[in-house]
């Protein structure tokens, strides 16, 4: 009995994660459309940020799929990349420079 719920457990995690896997790929589309064609330089910045974002969803969802937990340094490291880049494009947006140099 209990060995049926199990694998019936596996086998619906397996079609969740593929699903998710889709969803994931589809909205990345998406916001690589809005960072190519973005009418603004606001809307590209914040599809950037929103694909690393994504990023670390299929991160997870890698390590989900292949039952491991050596990708959570990676999710981690793609959090901080992500972040630090957001800085610098709102930083560039605000002044157009991202390294402020006092040549006095």
Known sequence: MTDNILAATEDLLSVVVIVCFIGVAISLAF????VIAGP????????????????????????????????????LLIGILA????????KYLEKGVIIDRDLD
Request: aromatic share 4%; net charge neutral; hydrophobic share 60%.
């Open 31 to 34: 916001l690589l459309y809005r």
């Open 40 to 75: 603004t330089q606001p809307d590209r910045a914040v599809a950037l940020d929103a694909i690393g974002i994504n990023l670390m969803g299929l991160a997870g969802l890698l390590a989900i799929h292949i039952v491991t937990t050596k990708l959570n340094d990676v999710i």
């Open 83 to 90: 972040f630090l880049s957001t800085l610098a494009i709102a």
